[in-house]
T-cell receptor
Framework: KAGVTQTPRYLIKTRGQQVTLSCSPISGHRSVSWYQQTPGQGLQFLFEYFSETQRNKGNFPGRFSGRQFSNSRSEMNVSTLELGDSALYLC????????????FGPGTRLLVL | AQSVSQHNHHVILSEAASLELGCNYSYGGTVNLFWYVQYPGQHLQLLLKYFSGDPLVKGIKGFEAEFIKSKFSFNLRKPSVQWSDTAEYFCAVSYQTGANNLFFGTGTRLTVIP
């Protein structure tokens, strides 16, 4: 079974721009979560989607948003990029919302100049 | 607020040495506990998990972890490390009440010297 895939793998943007990242979950998984990984803050939860609805949101500004499509694929958008948004953005999928293990993708490394 | 603490930021061991990495979490009710590993250049992989039952959990590659509820701890152990265990190790917790998302520790970088 294919794992979680994320595109693109690397991205360079400048301050003020916006960016959209994509995540395809493992087949049969309906939940997709997004995390930001930085050297200073570690891994921080952004939000989780299940059945096209945002179920949970972390403590990030409104510039960070996401959505999920009917095929469970998810996109994350960051508007008005700041230097501090440079990070590895990880997507994780799980079958449902209960006691399920999350499986992570390889991440998208975003560099904001 | 829920939090996870990993006491060791960087651990350096020689091959065949024993490993124990500490992990403590803040109380927030019934928990699910995980250890993930990130090898250089690779994505996060699940080492082991605890949901309920036997508090001593065995995972892949000879790793094990013990859940001690009274100490809010879930320490990772391996009796004899190998050079290939060089990686970053993350402890994570989800709380069964509420949203059930993962809270991660800051990670422990393990370097194994051949």
């Amino acid at each position: 079974k294919a794992g979680v895939t994320q595109t693109p793998r690397y991205l360079i943007k400048t301050r003020g721009q916006q960016v959209t990242l994509s995540c395809s979950p493992i087949s049969g998984h309906r939940s997709v979560s997004w995390y930001q990984q930085t050297p200073g803050q570690g891994l921080q939860f952004l939000f989780e989607y299940f059945s096209e609805t945002q179920r949970n949101k972390g403590n990030f500004p409104g510039r960070f948003s996401g959505r999920q499509f009917s095929n469970s694929r998810s996109e994350m958008n960051v508007s008005t990029l700041e230097l501090g948004d440079s990070a590895l953005y990880l997507c994780a999928s799980r079958r449902g919302l209960g006691q399920e293990t999350q499986y992570f993708g390889p991440g998208t490394r975003l560099l904001v100049l | 607020a829920q939090s996870v603490s990993q006491h060791n930021h960087h651990v350096i061991l020689s091959e065949a040495a024993s490993l124990e990495l500490g992990c403590n979490y803040s109380y927030g009710g019934t928990v699910n506990l995980f250890w993930y590993v990130q090898y250089p250049g690779q994505h996060l992989q699940l080492l082991l998990k605890y949901f309920s039952g036997d508090p001593l959990v065995k995972g892949i590659k000879g790793f094990e972890a013990e859940f001690i509820k009274s100490k809010f701890s879930f320490n990772l152990r391996k009796p004899s490390v190998q050079w290939s265990d060089t990686a970053e190790y993350f402890c994570a917790v989800s709380y069964q009440t509420g949203a059930n998302n993962l809270f991660f520790g800051t990670g422990t970088r393990l370097t194994v010297i051949p």
